[in-house]
């Protein structure tokens, strides 16, 4: 029989829990051990990514299961996936670790008794179902972990002890990553509601638990930081929704990788603060990660790979879907880009905004200009606001706030050739128009999509929205003025 205390997550370990109940686990002086191995279980797994306890004699091997059955309820407790990626990456490194030091006959038996995939030994080699092998290699990316390089025979797969042992890491990584509810030992043995559970717990180890989420957020904080000059409220979903897996301690597949490193190099951003922010990940090897994310953004390797079209990122699974902006672009650094708008000279920005309204092939120097002239130094800060109907805040001279549907909306890139230059100045705008559900107004193109999203998302919905405007007349040429819109925000309704 494997030793619990080695392996306190197997099915057998909950034969210790008998004659245990839920409040003297957590308030009994008899369990203090217990519950001090178990914080010292979190604690390291959280700041350095390793489980240091020690077995018998040093410790005793009930204190070690109990502490183990405790650490899964403060997870649960504390709600907080990263913590328990992390977590669970701590507990499969130190099986692991024990599973190296084990005959080939208990490595069988462990494997079965955890009774997740099963194995057998062939004198030689371990033999497991190819489904088994796929489902337990499946989040595996690097190496040969795929069936065709493996090799079946009448559906099984023959393995080598490293290897088992290896896959056997990320069967307990995974089945440890889904935390149950709490632990179902305690579950059977409770008689109230998951609730009332989860505040039993918290109820002892507050402090405890306050700390551990700080530790990984901190650990999280700690790697933004390193990005410097980096918007994040400029990136692509793409960008955004992989750091927040990174974040909450998944373990991001190579193209998912790719794709950061080679995005953020492309903005400038140093190797070193790059590999900062995957050391939040909770399969981080500095010594491998250095290397590629030194070689990948051309630091040893004098080749600075690019960063994927769109196209790539949807086809390899990193793209979790376009919204109205992506359907304009075909870069995720064009989205960085045109996420900029607002960081634009006043002056330029009023051009491209009348440009992309008046709507010519061909930059009409003069109307433009007649037009800046008319609007005269406009910053768009605005200070004061008054809430006011459509209808007035239309005839009004100053910044106002309504409340308004969005009528139409579409999203275009423009282009205009400009004047005596063989090239020409590209423009992704919407055009957009409001309602207040008698009249609808037309509004000037808008170009800052950081404006442009929210307003397209309402419009989607169907919602209502508040929007800071202010009216201009502007002209449109050949003797025709109207007055319109300008969208200078939205207002978050929280
Ligand atoms: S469409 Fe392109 S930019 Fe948008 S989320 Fe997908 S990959 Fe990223």
Known sequence: MPEHWRYPFLPTASAILEDVNLESLLEDYFYAEARALAISRLETSATRGTIEIEGPPTNDENDIVLGYVISRLVLAATDNQALVNYVALSEALRAEAHLSS???ESLVLFVNKLGIVKVEFNGTDFDMNFVDYVRAASKLREGDWKLSNRGVSKGIVNLDRNTLIRLMREVIRQHLEELPKAPSEIKNRFEGTIEDLKSQVSKTFTERIGGLNTVVSDRQAEAMKELGR???SKA???FNLNLMDLQAGVNLPHPSRFFITTFLSSLNQDPEAVMRLFATAPDFKEAF????????SGKTSGTQYSSPKCDTLVSSGVCPGPNALCRQIRHPLSYYRVMAESEKDPKDRMERI????INKETYPKKLIERNIQNIGDFDFV???VKKRKLSEAFSSKSVSQINAKINHFQGRV???DLPNEDKKMWITKATVSVTDGNTDFDCLSLTDWKVALPIEEAHYKSKKMDLIVKPFEIDLDKGETRKLF?????VDES
């Open 289 to 296: 990660t250095r290397y590629q994310v030194e070689h990948i």
């Open 414 to 416: 423009y282009s205009v």
């Open 486 to 490: 300008l969208i200078l925000d939205t």
């Open 230 to 232: 980096f918007d994040l």
């Open 382 to 384: 605005y200070n004061e």
């Open 102 to 104: 084990e005959t080939d």
């Open 236 to 238: 692509p979903p793409c």
């Open 354 to 357: 009348l440009l992309a309204t």
